[in-house]
Protein backbone atom coordinates (compact mmCIF):
# COMPACT_ATOMS: atom_id res chain seq x y z
CA UNK A 1 0.00 0.00 0.00
CA UNK A 2 2.83 2.71 0.96
CA UNK A 3 5.00 1.51 -1.69
CA UNK A 4 8.24 1.25 0.60
CA UNK A 5 11.61 -0.31 -0.24
CA UNK A 6 13.03 -1.31 3.05
CA UNK A 7 11.67 -2.76 5.64
CA UNK A 8 13.49 -2.41 9.65
CA UNK A 9 12.90 -5.53 11.64
CA UNK A 10 13.26 -5.22 14.80
CA UNK A 11 15.39 -7.90 16.82
CA UNK A 12 12.69 -8.53 19.67
CA UNK A 13 12.37 -12.14 19.20
CA UNK A 14 8.96 -12.29 18.47
CA UNK A 15 8.93 -9.56 16.16
CA UNK A 16 11.52 -11.46 14.17
CA UNK A 17 9.68 -14.63 13.89
CA UNK A 18 6.68 -12.74 12.88
CA UNK A 19 8.14 -11.26 10.29
CA UNK A 20 9.80 -14.76 8.84
CA UNK A 21 6.52 -15.96 8.11
CA UNK A 22 5.91 -13.32 5.37
CA UNK A 23 9.73 -13.02 4.96
CA UNK A 24 8.48 -14.27 0.95
CA UNK A 25 5.16 -12.39 0.66
CA UNK A 26 7.38 -9.20 1.50
CA UNK A 27 10.75 -9.41 -0.47
CA UNK A 28 8.46 -10.69 -3.54
CA UNK A 29 7.14 -7.24 -4.02
CA UNK A 30 10.44 -5.76 -4.43
CA UNK A 31 11.17 -4.70 -0.28
CA UNK A 32 14.66 -5.01 1.02
CA UNK A 33 14.40 -6.27 5.07
CA UNK A 34 16.69 -4.71 7.29
CA UNK A 35 16.85 -6.75 10.96
CA UNK A 36 18.10 -4.15 13.49
CA UNK A 37 20.81 -6.41 15.30
CA UNK A 38 24.21 -5.53 17.04
CA UNK A 39 25.94 -4.68 13.69
CA UNK A 40 23.23 -2.70 11.80
CA UNK A 41 23.05 -0.56 15.22
CA UNK A 42 26.98 0.58 15.43
CA UNK A 43 26.71 1.15 11.97
CA UNK A 44 24.18 3.88 12.33
CA UNK A 45 26.01 4.89 15.39
CA UNK A 46 29.04 5.88 13.13
CA UNK A 47 26.77 7.70 10.78
CA UNK A 48 27.10 11.57 10.31
CA UNK A 49 25.76 13.53 12.66
CA UNK A 50 25.77 16.61 10.25
CA UNK A 51 21.77 18.01 9.35
CA UNK A 52 21.14 17.54 5.77
CA UNK A 53 21.57 20.58 3.67
CA UNK A 54 18.20 23.09 2.78
CA UNK A 55 18.14 21.63 -0.88
CA UNK A 56 16.85 18.31 -0.17
CA UNK A 57 13.90 20.27 1.50
CA UNK A 58 13.64 23.56 -0.93
CA UNK A 59 10.47 22.25 -2.88
CA UNK A 60 8.66 20.69 0.08
CA UNK A 61 5.50 22.83 0.50
CA UNK A 62 2.82 22.12 3.89
CA UNK A 63 0.53 19.77 2.19
CA UNK A 64 3.09 17.72 1.41
CA UNK A 65 2.96 14.00 3.52
CA UNK A 66 5.50 13.43 6.13
CA UNK A 67 4.82 10.11 6.58
CA UNK A 68 1.77 7.73 6.01
CA UNK A 69 -0.11 6.68 9.49
CA UNK A 70 -2.01 3.63 9.17
CA UNK A 71 -5.20 4.06 10.84
CA UNK A 72 -6.14 1.67 13.55
CA UNK A 73 -9.13 0.29 11.74
CA UNK A 74 -12.37 1.51 13.42
CA UNK A 75 -14.31 0.90 9.68
CA UNK A 76 -12.89 -2.02 8.53
CA UNK A 77 -9.01 -2.90 7.61
CA UNK A 78 -6.64 -0.32 8.48
CA UNK A 79 -6.04 2.41 5.89
CA UNK A 80 -2.80 4.45 4.95
CA UNK A 81 -3.31 8.07 6.21
CA UNK A 82 -1.06 11.13 5.13
CA UNK A 83 0.05 13.19 7.86
CA UNK A 84 1.03 16.21 6.26
CA UNK A 85 4.03 19.13 6.77
CA UNK A 86 1.16 21.64 8.02
CA UNK A 87 -0.72 19.01 10.49
CA UNK A 88 2.77 18.85 12.04
CA UNK A 89 4.10 22.30 11.93
CA UNK A 90 3.12 23.92 15.35
CA UNK A 91 3.82 20.40 16.89
CA UNK A 92 7.27 20.80 16.23
CA UNK A 93 7.68 24.45 16.83
CA UNK A 94 10.22 25.62 19.32
CA UNK A 95 8.16 28.93 20.21
CA UNK A 96 5.12 26.30 20.73
CA UNK A 97 4.02 26.98 24.12
CA UNK A 98 1.08 25.18 24.01
CA UNK A 99 0.86 22.98 27.86
CA UNK A 100 3.04 25.53 28.89
CA UNK A 101 5.78 23.62 27.36
CA UNK A 102 9.38 24.53 28.01
CA UNK A 103 12.32 23.50 25.63
CA UNK A 104 15.83 23.81 25.98
CA UNK A 105 18.13 21.95 28.60
CA UNK A 106 16.18 23.42 32.27
CA UNK A 107 13.02 22.86 30.41
CA UNK A 108 10.34 19.75 30.07
CA UNK A 109 11.47 16.48 29.37
CA UNK A 110 8.79 13.90 28.14
CA UNK A 111 8.69 10.22 28.74
CA UNK A 112 7.53 7.86 25.88
CA UNK A 113 7.51 3.90 26.23
CA UNK A 114 3.99 3.75 23.69
CA UNK A 115 4.77 1.92 20.69
CA UNK A 116 6.70 4.76 18.19
CA UNK A 117 4.34 3.07 15.24
CA UNK A 118 1.62 4.73 16.77
CA UNK A 119 0.50 8.00 16.30
CA UNK A 120 0.34 9.12 20.02
CA UNK A 121 3.67 7.85 20.39
CA UNK A 122 5.62 8.51 17.66
CA UNK A 123 4.21 11.82 16.90
CA UNK A 124 4.89 12.85 20.51
CA UNK A 125 8.54 11.74 20.09
CA UNK A 126 9.18 13.53 17.21
CA UNK A 127 7.50 16.77 17.84
CA UNK A 128 9.07 16.57 21.16
CA UNK A 129 12.90 16.35 19.21
CA UNK A 130 11.79 18.90 16.88
CA UNK A 131 10.44 21.53 19.25
CA UNK A 132 13.76 21.31 21.45
CA UNK A 133 12.14 19.27 24.04
CA UNK A 134 14.45 16.34 25.79
CA UNK A 135 12.97 13.02 25.18
CA UNK A 136 13.37 9.72 27.21
CA UNK A 137 12.46 6.55 25.29
CA UNK A 138 11.49 3.41 26.77
CA UNK A 139 11.45 -0.07 25.05
CA UNK A 140 8.29 -0.68 25.69
CA UNK A 141 5.55 -0.17 28.67
CA UNK A 142 6.42 -1.84 31.64
CA UNK A 143 4.58 -1.48 35.31
CA UNK A 144 7.38 -2.97 37.03
CA UNK A 145 10.02 -0.67 35.70
CA UNK A 146 7.71 2.37 34.91
CA UNK A 147 8.55 4.52 38.20
CA UNK A 148 11.99 3.81 37.81
CA UNK A 149 12.23 5.11 34.25
CA UNK A 150 10.46 8.02 35.12
CA UNK A 151 12.40 9.08 38.24
CA UNK A 152 16.05 8.30 36.56
CA UNK A 153 14.61 10.25 33.36
CA UNK A 154 13.95 13.01 35.61
CA UNK A 155 11.07 13.26 33.11
CA UNK A 156 8.66 16.13 33.78
CA UNK A 157 5.50 15.00 30.92
CA UNK A 158 4.87 11.61 29.75
CA UNK A 159 2.77 9.66 27.07
CA UNK A 160 -0.11 7.55 27.96
CA UNK A 161 -3.16 5.62 26.30
CA UNK A 162 -5.60 5.07 28.49
CA UNK A 163 -5.57 1.27 29.81
CA UNK A 164 -1.85 1.83 30.29
CA UNK A 165 -2.56 4.40 33.14
CA UNK A 166 -5.36 1.60 34.87
CA UNK A 167 -2.42 -0.65 34.34
CA UNK A 168 -0.43 1.28 36.71
CA UNK A 169 -3.40 1.71 38.90
CA UNK A 170 -3.63 -1.46 39.59
CA UNK A 171 -0.74 -2.27 40.39
CA UNK A 172 1.04 -2.53 44.04
CA UNK A 173 2.52 0.68 45.36
CA UNK A 174 6.14 1.09 43.87
CA UNK A 175 8.48 2.75 46.31
CA UNK A 176 9.19 5.48 43.56
CA UNK A 177 5.48 6.06 41.96
CA UNK A 178 5.39 9.61 43.65
CA UNK A 179 9.01 10.23 43.74
CA UNK A 180 9.33 11.97 40.52
CA UNK A 181 9.42 15.25 38.77
CA UNK A 182 6.12 15.05 36.72
CA UNK A 183 3.92 17.47 36.09
CA UNK A 184 1.65 16.57 33.55
CA UNK A 185 1.11 12.78 31.27
CA UNK A 186 -0.24 13.60 27.34
CA UNK A 187 -2.03 11.31 26.08
CA UNK A 188 -6.09 9.76 25.02
CA UNK A 189 -8.43 7.36 25.90
CA UNK A 190 -8.03 7.95 29.80
CA UNK A 191 -11.01 6.38 31.26
CA UNK A 192 -13.73 8.55 33.71
CA UNK A 193 -13.00 5.67 36.54
CA UNK A 194 -9.24 5.90 36.40
CA UNK A 195 -8.39 9.63 35.73
CA UNK A 196 -9.02 11.11 39.36
CA UNK A 197 -7.73 8.46 41.03
CA UNK A 198 -4.46 8.21 38.90
CA UNK A 199 -3.57 12.03 39.89
CA UNK A 200 -3.85 11.33 43.24
CA UNK A 201 -2.27 8.72 44.01
CA UNK A 202 0.72 9.18 41.47
CA UNK A 203 0.76 12.63 41.83
CA UNK A 204 0.44 14.17 38.90
CA UNK A 205 -1.25 17.31 38.97
CA UNK A 206 -2.06 17.59 35.44
CA UNK A 207 -3.93 15.72 32.51
CA UNK A 208 -3.54 16.76 28.26
CA UNK A 209 -5.98 14.59 26.59
CA UNK A 210 -6.95 14.86 23.00
CA UNK A 211 -9.07 13.56 21.43
CA UNK A 212 -8.38 12.86 17.38
CA UNK A 213 -8.03 10.93 14.77
CA UNK A 214 -5.23 9.63 11.86
CA UNK A 215 -7.03 11.73 9.55
CA UNK A 216 -7.13 14.45 11.78
CA UNK A 217 -10.34 16.49 10.40
CA UNK A 218 -11.62 16.38 13.96
CA UNK A 219 -9.84 17.23 16.64
CA UNK A 220 -9.38 18.40 20.25
CA UNK A 221 -7.60 18.71 23.52
CA UNK A 222 -8.02 19.14 26.81
CA UNK A 223 -5.51 20.57 29.23
CA UNK A 224 -7.28 19.84 32.92
CA UNK A 225 -5.56 21.34 36.13
CA UNK A 226 -8.79 20.97 37.75
CA UNK A 227 -12.06 19.15 37.99
CA UNK A 228 -13.68 21.18 35.66
CA UNK A 229 -12.22 19.60 32.99
CA UNK A 230 -11.83 16.35 34.18
CA UNK A 231 -12.94 13.39 32.01
CA UNK A 232 -13.37 15.27 29.39
CA UNK A 233 -11.51 15.86 26.01
CA UNK A 234 -12.07 19.34 25.40
CA UNK A 235 -13.67 22.38 26.98
CA UNK A 236 -15.12 25.20 24.56
CA UNK A 237 -16.54 28.74 25.61
CA UNK A 238 -19.67 30.79 24.20
CA UNK A 239 -17.89 32.10 21.65
CA UNK A 240 -15.87 29.13 20.01
CA UNK A 241 -19.52 27.27 20.98
CA UNK A 242 -21.40 29.60 18.64
CA UNK A 243 -18.56 29.60 15.75
CA UNK A 244 -18.84 25.86 15.76
CA UNK A 245 -22.34 25.70 16.08
CA UNK A 246 -22.59 24.65 12.28
CA UNK A 247 -19.44 22.56 11.88
CA UNK A 248 -19.63 20.43 14.80
CA UNK A 249 -22.92 18.77 14.47
CA UNK A 250 -23.78 15.55 16.57
CA UNK A 251 -26.05 13.42 14.31
CA UNK A 252 -28.25 9.91 14.55
CA UNK A 253 -27.48 6.63 12.88
CA UNK A 254 -28.53 3.61 12.07
CA UNK A 255 -26.80 0.79 14.50
CA UNK A 256 -27.14 -1.40 12.50
CA UNK A 257 -26.11 -0.19 9.05
CA UNK A 258 -23.90 2.65 10.50
CA UNK A 259 -25.82 5.14 7.70
CA UNK A 260 -26.82 8.39 9.08
CA UNK A 261 -30.66 8.44 9.73
CA UNK A 262 -32.52 10.31 7.02
CA UNK A 263 -36.18 11.85 6.87
CA UNK A 264 -37.93 9.61 4.68
CA UNK A 265 -39.74 12.77 3.17
CA UNK A 266 -36.70 15.19 3.21
CA UNK A 267 -33.98 13.20 2.49
CA UNK A 268 -31.85 15.22 5.01
CA UNK A 269 -30.73 14.37 8.10
CA UNK A 270 -31.90 15.78 11.65
CA UNK A 271 -29.43 17.23 13.90
CA UNK A 272 -29.36 15.68 18.07
CA UNK A 273 -28.87 18.05 20.75
CA UNK A 274 -25.34 18.48 22.12
CA UNK A 275 -26.54 17.33 25.27
CA UNK A 276 -27.50 14.05 23.59
CA UNK A 277 -24.36 13.69 21.19
CA UNK A 278 -23.98 11.16 18.56
CA UNK A 279 -21.15 10.92 15.34
CA UNK A 280 -19.97 14.66 15.15
CA UNK A 281 -20.29 15.60 11.12
CA UNK A 282 -17.56 17.79 10.60
CA UNK A 283 -18.40 20.66 7.93
CA UNK A 284 -15.57 21.24 5.09
CA UNK A 285 -15.79 23.62 2.07
CA UNK A 286 -14.18 20.65 -0.17
CA UNK A 287 -13.09 16.83 -0.40
CA UNK A 288 -9.39 18.83 -0.06
CA UNK A 289 -9.92 19.39 3.84
CA UNK A 290 -9.08 15.68 3.95
CA UNK A 291 -5.74 14.74 2.64
CA UNK A 292 -7.39 11.37 1.48
CA UNK A 293 -6.12 8.02 2.25
CA UNK A 294 -3.32 7.07 0.27
CA UNK A 295 -3.62 5.38 -3.07
CA UNK A 296 -7.06 4.31 -1.90
CA UNK A 297 -9.68 7.19 -3.48
CA UNK A 298 -12.75 4.48 -2.77
CA UNK A 299 -12.37 4.80 1.04
CA UNK A 300 -11.54 8.49 1.28
CA UNK A 301 -14.46 9.09 -1.14
CA UNK A 302 -16.68 7.57 1.81
CA UNK A 303 -15.66 9.64 4.60
CA UNK A 304 -17.95 12.22 2.75
CA UNK A 305 -21.46 13.14 3.06
CA UNK A 306 -23.77 15.28 0.69
CA UNK A 307 -27.09 17.18 1.22
CA UNK A 308 -26.69 16.55 4.90
CA UNK A 309 -28.60 19.25 5.79
CA UNK A 310 -29.69 21.04 2.85
CA UNK A 311 -28.85 20.91 -0.81
CA UNK A 312 -25.17 21.20 -1.44
CA UNK A 313 -23.52 21.12 1.80
CA UNK A 314 -20.23 18.56 2.37
CA UNK A 315 -19.64 16.94 5.70
CA UNK A 316 -16.74 14.88 6.87
CA UNK A 317 -17.65 11.61 8.83
CA UNK A 318 -15.67 11.16 11.37
CA UNK A 319 -16.66 7.57 12.63
CA UNK A 320 -16.51 9.14 16.79
CA UNK A 321 -19.53 9.84 18.85
CA UNK A 322 -19.51 12.70 21.46
CA UNK A 323 -21.74 14.69 23.18
CA UNK A 324 -21.02 18.39 24.87
CA UNK A 325 -22.80 19.52 28.10
CA UNK A 326 -24.40 23.40 28.77
CA UNK A 327 -20.79 24.23 29.73
CA UNK A 328 -18.71 23.65 26.78
CA UNK A 329 -17.32 20.42 27.79
CA UNK A 330 -16.79 17.66 25.53
CA UNK A 331 -17.10 13.92 26.67
CA UNK A 332 -16.57 11.15 24.86
CA UNK A 333 -19.00 8.80 23.89
CA UNK A 334 -18.23 5.46 21.42
CA UNK A 335 -16.65 4.59 18.20
CA UNK A 336 -19.00 3.66 15.83
CA UNK A 337 -20.21 0.64 13.53
CA UNK A 338 -18.73 -2.93 13.75
CA UNK A 339 -14.99 -2.89 15.11
CA UNK A 340 -14.55 -3.00 18.94
CA UNK A 341 -12.02 -1.44 20.97
CA UNK A 342 -9.76 -4.12 23.05
CA UNK A 343 -6.50 -3.76 24.99
CA UNK A 344 -5.85 -0.01 23.36
CA UNK A 345 -6.80 -1.71 20.06
CA UNK A 346 -9.58 -1.23 17.57
CA UNK A 347 -10.36 -4.92 16.10
CA UNK A 348 -11.38 -5.03 12.98
CA UNK A 349 -14.37 -8.12 12.92
CA UNK A 350 -14.07 -8.27 9.12
CA UNK A 351 -10.31 -9.79 9.43
CA UNK A 352 -10.99 -11.71 12.41
CA UNK A 353 -14.25 -13.22 10.53
CA UNK A 354 -11.85 -13.95 7.04
CA UNK A 355 -9.46 -15.60 9.29
CA UNK A 356 -11.66 -17.66 11.27
CA UNK A 357 -13.46 -18.66 8.28
CA UNK A 358 -11.11 -20.19 7.00
CA UNK A 359 -10.48 -22.51 9.13
CA UNK A 360 -11.34 -26.46 8.11
CA UNK A 361 -14.19 -27.00 10.32
CA UNK A 362 -15.90 -23.67 10.94
CA UNK A 363 -19.06 -22.79 8.93
CA UNK A 364 -19.81 -19.48 9.52
CA UNK A 365 -18.27 -17.31 11.87
CA UNK A 366 -19.94 -13.69 13.22
CA UNK A 367 -17.42 -11.23 15.28
CA UNK A 368 -18.55 -9.00 17.61
CA UNK A 369 -17.31 -7.42 20.96
CA UNK A 370 -18.90 -7.71 24.46
CA UNK A 371 -18.51 -6.25 27.54
CA UNK A 372 -16.67 -8.00 30.17
CA UNK A 373 -16.94 -6.93 34.25
CA UNK A 374 -14.40 -5.27 35.78
CA UNK A 375 -12.85 -4.83 32.15
CA UNK A 376 -12.68 -1.51 29.54
CA UNK A 377 -13.54 -2.16 26.20
CA UNK A 378 -15.39 -5.38 23.94
CA UNK A 379 -13.26 -8.10 24.24
CA UNK A 380 -13.57 -10.52 21.16
CA UNK A 381 -16.28 -13.15 20.52
CA UNK A 382 -17.41 -15.03 18.05
CA UNK A 383 -20.59 -16.93 17.42
CA UNK A 384 -18.90 -19.96 15.34
CA UNK A 385 -21.23 -22.71 13.52
CA UNK A 386 -19.70 -25.36 13.01
CA UNK A 387 -19.37 -27.05 9.46
CA UNK A 388 -21.63 -29.84 8.98
CA UNK A 389 -20.62 -33.09 10.33
CA UNK A 390 -17.99 -31.11 12.81
CA UNK A 391 -18.91 -31.71 16.26
CA UNK A 392 -18.10 -29.89 18.52
CA UNK A 393 -16.80 -32.82 21.16
CA UNK A 394 -14.41 -34.37 18.30
CA UNK A 395 -12.91 -30.33 17.44
CA UNK A 396 -9.65 -29.51 18.11
CA UNK A 397 -9.82 -26.46 20.59
CA UNK A 398 -6.24 -25.95 20.96
CA UNK A 399 -5.42 -26.23 16.95
CA UNK A 400 -7.82 -23.64 16.46
CA UNK A 401 -6.31 -21.21 19.80
CA UNK A 402 -3.03 -21.55 17.98
CA UNK A 403 -4.32 -20.58 14.20
CA UNK A 404 -5.98 -17.62 15.61
CA UNK A 405 -2.81 -16.43 17.37
CA UNK A 406 -0.94 -17.09 13.98
CA UNK A 407 -2.64 -15.03 11.68
CA UNK A 408 -4.06 -12.51 13.87
CA UNK A 409 -2.91 -9.63 16.53
CA UNK A 410 -2.50 -10.67 20.08
CA UNK A 411 -5.65 -8.23 20.83
CA UNK A 412 -7.66 -9.76 18.46
CA UNK A 413 -7.61 -13.31 19.31
CA UNK A 414 -10.99 -13.90 20.40
CA UNK A 415 -11.62 -14.55 23.80
CA UNK A 416 -14.91 -16.06 23.91
CA UNK A 417 -16.98 -18.46 21.08
CA UNK A 418 -20.64 -18.84 21.44
CA UNK A 419 -21.34 -22.27 19.77
CA UNK A 420 -24.22 -21.70 17.74
CA UNK A 421 -26.51 -24.07 15.94
CA UNK A 422 -28.13 -21.54 13.53
CA UNK A 423 -26.71 -17.89 12.00
CA UNK A 424 -28.59 -14.63 13.60
CA UNK A 425 -29.74 -13.29 10.20
CA UNK A 426 -32.56 -10.64 9.56
CA UNK A 427 -34.64 -11.38 6.94
CA UNK A 428 -32.56 -10.17 3.56
CA UNK A 429 -29.93 -12.86 5.33
CA UNK A 430 -27.64 -10.45 6.76
CA UNK A 431 -26.20 -11.09 9.91
CA UNK A 432 -27.68 -9.77 12.70
CA UNK A 433 -24.95 -8.71 15.65
CA UNK A 434 -27.52 -6.73 17.66
CA UNK A 435 -29.15 -9.78 19.83
CA UNK A 436 -25.68 -11.12 20.15
CA UNK A 437 -24.16 -8.42 21.66
CA UNK A 438 -26.69 -7.53 23.68
CA UNK A 439 -26.06 -10.83 25.73
CA UNK A 440 -22.59 -10.75 25.44
CA UNK A 441 -20.73 -13.33 27.19
CA UNK A 442 -22.44 -13.49 30.09
CA UNK A 443 -23.91 -16.95 29.77
CA UNK A 444 -26.89 -16.53 32.34
CA UNK A 445 -28.82 -13.91 30.07
CA UNK A 446 -28.84 -16.15 27.07
CA UNK A 447 -31.76 -16.40 25.34
CA UNK A 448 -33.19 -13.22 26.64
CA UNK A 449 -32.45 -11.58 22.92
CA UNK A 450 -31.45 -14.54 20.57
CA UNK A 451 -34.36 -16.68 20.24
CA UNK A 452 -33.34 -20.44 21.03
CA UNK A 453 -29.79 -19.33 22.66
CA UNK A 454 -30.36 -20.32 25.96
CA UNK A 455 -28.68 -23.55 25.48
CA UNK A 456 -25.69 -22.22 23.63
CA UNK A 457 -22.58 -23.10 24.92
CA UNK A 458 -19.59 -20.59 25.17
CA UNK A 459 -15.76 -21.71 25.14
CA UNK A 460 -13.30 -19.58 26.25
CA UNK A 461 -9.57 -18.55 26.23
CA UNK A 462 -8.63 -18.89 29.66
CA UNK A 463 -5.52 -17.60 31.40
CA UNK A 464 -3.12 -20.53 31.67
CA UNK A 465 -4.62 -22.84 29.20
CA UNK A 466 -3.25 -23.34 26.06
CA UNK A 467 -6.89 -24.32 24.22
CA UNK A 468 -10.34 -23.22 24.31
CA UNK A 469 -12.32 -24.97 27.31
CA UNK A 470 -15.81 -24.61 28.12
CA UNK A 471 -16.85 -21.18 30.11
CA UNK A 472 -18.65 -21.52 33.25
CA UNK A 473 -21.16 -19.94 35.46
CA UNK A 474 -18.32 -20.16 37.92
CA UNK A 475 -16.00 -18.33 35.70
CA UNK A 476 -18.55 -15.62 34.90
CA UNK A 477 -18.64 -14.90 38.84
CA UNK A 478 -14.88 -15.25 39.18
CA UNK A 479 -14.58 -12.30 36.21
CA UNK A 480 -17.75 -10.37 38.06
CA UNK A 481 -15.69 -10.86 41.11
CA UNK A 482 -12.67 -9.49 39.95
CA UNK A 483 -10.96 -12.73 40.50
CA UNK A 484 -10.03 -13.62 37.14
CA UNK A 485 -8.55 -10.78 34.69
CA UNK A 486 -7.96 -11.05 31.16
Same mark, same amino acid.
Given at each position: ??????????????????????????????????????????????????????????????????????????????????????????????????????????????????????????????????????????????????????????????????????????????????????????????????????? &?????? %? @?? =??????? *? !????? $??????????????????????????????????????????????????????????????????????????????????????????????????????????????????????????? &?????? %? @?? =??????? *? !????? $????????????????????????????????????????????????????????????????????????????????????????????????????????????????????????
Amino acid at each position: MAGVKIVLVDEDQGCHERFEGVRGTVEGMGVTAFKIDEQLTNRIYQGSTQVPGDEYRENVIGTDPICLLYTSGTTGLPKAGKFMVNRYHERGNPQNLTFDQKAGPNGDRWYCCMPLFHGTGGLAVMGGLTAGVSVAIGRKFSVSTFWDDIHDSQSTIFVYVGEAARYLLMAPSHPRERDHRLRAMYGNGMRPDVWNRFK &ERFNVP %E @VI =EFFNSTE *G !VLAMV $VHSKGPFTATTVAQHGAIIRRVLNDIYVPVPIDPETGELLRDPKTGFVRRNSYNKGGEILVAVPSEQAFAGYHNNPKATAKKFERDVFQEGDLYYRSGDALRRDDDGRWYFLDRLGDTFRWKS &ENVSTA %E @VA =EVLGRYS *G !VGEAM $VYGALVPRHDGRAGCVALRLADGVSPDTFDWRVLLEYSRSKLPRYAVPIFLRLIKEASNTDNQKQNKAPLREEGMEIDKFGTKVLGGSDDVVMWMKPGEDRYVQFTMADLEALRAGKTSL
